[in-house]
């Protein structure tokens, strides 16, 4: 054992138990050779064991049929492939028990592609573990760390040939270069990067409620908009909605009409990202907090329905309780208590939207929604 | 030649030059005119000689990354079938194909060429759903294969850098993954790409930007398919191929490790060469793969996207579920709590977002990767190892493995806790708290019980090492007692329960020499003691001769207090052993 080791001095260790020897870090837990019980000794290959098809012809012979039939059995599921492509029409169906009906192509063409490869594969294998040879080759391991005299070799051309350039004694050059180097990158990034896509401005925070198209630069002013049933695109009469009823709620201009297939909004996905509203009634006896009173219209009450968690539409109301769930991650919203969370992943309640109705009747907004819809982002506020 | 010697050596050469005629040898004649051509032109013999006689050993869990390999490969085949049809568009057209629930539905092109794919084109189908068993098989396949690197210490010196590219793959494989799954545009891949924007944007400071920048705008937006297709046909794969490719090379250039057993050391390969085993049982294992996942494909329905209907960002599937990769990450979403969310300085910070989808698919293979630094930081084993360990001998590194896949797997099925509440009949509220306190409690119980498990196996090696070969002949003594002889020496098949390295904690130095001069690196070193006891405090070391030889003289004074007379012919008789 080396007592001082130029490189970690000091750190010479001893090991727990009772063998005395010193065991440098540099090796390790591994308790050295010196002076340790002896390791028993690597007693050797094992002896070969000849298989059958190695001792006895007709074994041979049978493993030799054996692997034929399975490159049989993929040539024949190759041909089967080739007719089966042109006797079935895309659109067959098959009955196949345990599985039900299912594409007659599908099935047909992937059973038979399966058969065509597998018996190739089968075969090989069989082929190598019955009749090619089974007696283990040893070859020998190097270390893979190159001589010393490489390493010192590629050290010198580095410095010495390296240096020939005269990078070292003029720093001009050094400067230079590196500055160009660390450049050049710059107009690569700056075009992927500066050219990805709008910045958001102000149109995380509006919605098509604000009284129109919300994309980024839209400046909308504000008028009521009727609440339009989604996809139906008709309005909502406050009368209409029975007590435990839900509706799916576009604003009005927002989706195209249903039988023309015209108007709309221009960014249509877009602005439906944002401005999908439920509309529930409760008995307005349960509702225990009055601003939600307030904001909804005898009991009628309109909530966003993208999740302040990650955006997913909140798509499950449960009648009896009046929670609305979140399919995506479970986020529970209390409807009665102002939409507040009170189960799962997300921190704020769905943002209310307040309502009221026009001279018709018919359920409108009554102003905007107060903060930003769908999940936190850092200038939310 | 010596009229050239006062010229330049490039002169020398080219005095050389003309016609010179070499006569082929044996072999050449015998292998044909092309492979000479083409050895004339490169040298390639000596290489692909070299390849061909090269020795790889033979163990089950070897042929893991084989799969993954394979499956990559099958992967790139389809999805390269796949691009001659499939439309990377969001542009919205009308369906007028042959799926009937569908025609007259507004649609991007995405969602529509996959319908077509799916129901127009002959073949079409079974090609798209081998491409998606191909890429779950791909994932699973890698995943067990680092399992089998790490439980095996096959990572340790000089194979750091193999599990650092592994480790980079796995995480493209993923992100390759939920690339490729998001691209038909239907309801549920749409509904992952909406959460997946929303949990961009609610990264600290740049998240609103970030979200715009990869949308190209407002989500959706009309960007996101035709990105998601550039980054999934083309720069993840390149990436993947190129790494994989470093990955498969350095695995022939440091030759494979192999298992200990008789006649295997450190410094040998055992095995069987590739000309001609290798080659026809790898060769037939890439057949066997692809005909596997076609049999599945065939069988076995894979994301139907036509049943979801194309995306639409206000109505949502309920039970949306991303493919089994991605469920770690989305788990961890379902699990953070929302009280993690706070405002500061009117600034808005979701610690209960962006820790569980932003960092934590990082997070995991950079300790993933760091792992290996850390085991020799804490052993100082500089050493190359190439014979791989039992994952029982070394305890404390499989009880991090699998308190790791503990916490993992705890993700995992946080993920399905609303699948699993409505199989089970159980609260999906009582379900996420339980996975809550078990992503912290479970990994420290399994780690306990594994390395318990760990240094219990151990001690039945060493006891049935100790007990010796029983060698079935039964003796009588002249008073009439019997015993079984048990034969002294190690018979060769318990090599296996000897081999490993006895293990003993790093001691540390006094912190002050003899001299009273204070060490300066002992708060390193008392970290690395402390590590070090955690790792080996309570090793088991295997048997060792002379612990052997004295269980055998124990042996025969027991017996000879039961029959004095018989046991000095006993121990006369007994075959001389490996001492």
């Not at chain 1, 001893?14 to 000794?41: I, Q």
């Not at chain 1, 006896?285 to 009450?301: C, F, P, T």
């Not at chain 2, 979801?308 to 949306?320: E, H, I, K, L, R």
Request: proline share 7%; glycine share 10%; hydrophobic share 45%.
């Amino acid at each position: 054992m080396n007592e001082q080791d130029p490189h970690t001095p000091g750190t010479e260790v001893t090991p727990a138990g009772s063998h005395g020897e010193a065991v440098r870090l540099d090796e390790g837990h591994v308790v050295g050779t010196g002076g340790l019980p002896d390791r028993f000794t690597n007693p050797g290959l094992p002896h070969h064991v000849p298989r059958m098809a190695d001792l006895d012809e007709s074994a041979a012979k049978r493993a030799e049929k054996q692997v034929a039939a399975l490159f049989g059995v993929s040539i024949i599921a190759t041909l089967l492939f080739i007719v089966l492509y042109f006797a079935l029409d895309v659109d067959q169906t098959v009955f196949i028990p345990g599985i039900g009906t299912t594409s007659a192509t599908n099935a047909g063409l992937g059973v038979t592609l399966a058969f065509s490869l597998l018996g190739i594969g089968l075969g090989a294998v069989h082929w190598a573990k019955t009749l090619m040879p089974d007696e283990e080759v040893v070859e020998e391991r190097h270390p893979l760390r190159a001589a010393d005299a490489d390493r010192d070799e590629v050290v010198r051309v580095i410095t010495e040939e390296g240096g020939k350039s005269q990078i070292g004694r003029r720093p001009l050059l050094k400067m230079t270069m590196g500055g160009a180097l660390g450049l050049f990158a710059v107009p690569l990034v700056l075009q992927v990067g500066g050219s990805l896509g709008e910045m958001p401005q102000k149109s995380l925070s509006l919605t098509w409620w604000n009284g129109g198209p919300s994309g980024p630069g839209e400046e909308p002013t504000f008028k009521p908009l009727r609440l339009m049933k989604d996809p139906e695109n008709q309005p909502i009469k406050a009368s209409d909605v029975t007590i435990g009823s839900v509706y799916h709620v576009m604003p009005q201009g927002l989706l195209p009409d249903p039988e023309t297939n015209e108007g709309g909004a221009e960014h249509l996905l877009e602005e439906k990202a944002k401005a999908a509203v439920l509309l529930m009634r409760l008995d307005p006896a349960q509702i225990q907090s009055q601003k939600e009173l307030d904001w909804g219209y005898e009991g009628i009450v309109a909530y966003s329905k993208i999740c302040t968690h990650v955006g997913c539409p909140v798509g499950l109301y449960e009648q009896q309780t009046h929670h609305l769930l979140c399919p995506c991650h479970q986020s529970t919203f209390d409807v009665t208590q102002d939409c507040k969370v009170i189960f799962g992943p997300a921190k704020r309640p769905l943002p209310q939207l307040k309502i009221t109705v026009d001279d018709e009747g018919y359920l409108v907004s009554a102003q905007p929604f107060r903060e930003a819809v769908g999940p936190s982002f850092w200038e939310r506020g | 030649m010596s009229t050239t010697a006062n010229q330049r050596p490039a002169d020398a050469l080219r005095t050389g030059d003309g016609p010179r005629h070499v006569a082929p040898s044996a072999g050449a004649k015998k292998i044909g005119g092309l492979a000479g051509w083409v050895d004339d032109r490169t040298g390639a013999a000596k290489p692909v000689g070299y390849l061909m006689k090269k020795v790889f050993p033979d163990h089950w869990s070897f042929m893991l990354g084989e799969i993954a390999m394979y499956s990559m490969i099958i992967c790139l085949i389809t999805g390269a079938f796949l691009t001659f049809w499939f439309v990377p568009s969001a542009g919205h057209t009308v369906y007028d194909g042959s799926y009937v629930p569908l025609r007259g539905v507004e649609m991007s092109e995405a969602y529509a060429s996959t319908l077509h794919i799916s129901f127009d084109i002959k073949g079409g189908l079974i090609i798209r759903q081998i491409h998606h068993w191909a890429a779950l098989m791909f994932v699973v396949a890698l995943v067990v294969h680092m399992f089998r690197v790490f439980f095996t210490g096959a990572f340790r010196k000089p194979r750091e850098i193999n599990w650092v590219i592994g480790s980079v793959l796995a995480l493209l494989a993923i992100v390759e993954g939920f690339a490729g799954y998001s691209l038909p545009d239907d309801l549920l891949s749409g509904t992952g790409i909406r959460a997946m924007a929303g949990f961009v944007q609610t990264a600290p400071v740049i998240g609103s930007y970030l979200v715009y920048g990869i949308f190209g705008g407002p989500f959706p937006g009309e960007m996101i398919i035709p990105r998601l297709y550039s980054a999934h046909v083309l720069l993840i794969p390149a990436i993947l191929i190129g790494l994989f490719t470093a990955h498969i090379a350095l695995v022939a250039l440091q030759k494979h490790t192999q298992f200990p057993g008789p006649g295997r050391t450190n410094d040998n390969v055992v095995g069987y060469p590739v000309m001609p085993v290798y080659a026809a049982k790898a060769g037939g294992f890439f057949f066997i793969v692809f005909g596997v996942l076609a049999l599945i494909a065939a069988l076995v329905q894979i994301n139907p996207v036509w049943a979801y209907g194309p995306y639409d960002p206000s109505p949502v599937t309920a039970g949306s579920q991303p493919d089994w990769y991605m469920g770690f990450a989305d788990g961890a979403l379902r699990l953070l709590p929302g009280w993690l969310e706070f405002t500061v300085f009117g600034f808005t910070v979701s610690m209960n977002i962006f820790p569980g989808a932003l960092i934590l698919l990082p997070l995991v293979y950079v300790i993933l990767g760091a792992y290996p630094f850390v085991e020799r930081w804490v052993t100082g084993d500089e050493r190359e190892h190439h014979l791989l360990e039992r994952p029982r001998n070394a305890p404390v590194r499989t009880g991090i493995g699998m308190a790791g896949i503990t916490a993992y797997t705890v993700l995992l099925f946080a993920s399905g806790n609303d699948i699993m509440a409505i199989k089970l009949g159980m609260s999906i509220n009582d379900l996420t708290w339980f996975f809550r306190v078990g992503f912290f409690v479970l990994p420290v119980v399994v780690f306990w019980v594994t390395k318990r498990v760990c240094l219990s196996l151990q001690r039945r090696d060493r006891d049935t090492v100790l007990h010796g070969r029983e060698s079935g002949t039964i003796i009588r003594t002249p008073d009439g007692r019997f015993f079984e002889r048990h034969e002294a020496g190690l018979p060769e098949d318990q090599w296996v329960l000897v081999q490993h390295e006895a293990v003993a904690p790093l001691e540390l130095e006094p912190e002050v020499d003899e001299h009273g001069v204070a060490r300066p690196a002992a708060r390193k070193d008392r970290m690395r003691a402390r590590l070090s006891r955690f790792y080996f405090a309570d090793a088991v070391n295997p048997v060792t001769p002379a612990e052997l030889a004295a269980a055998h003289h124990h042996g025969h004074e027991t017996e000879a207090l039961e029959g004095s007379q018989a046991a000095g012919e006993i121990e006369s008789a007994e075959p001389a052993g490996r001492h």
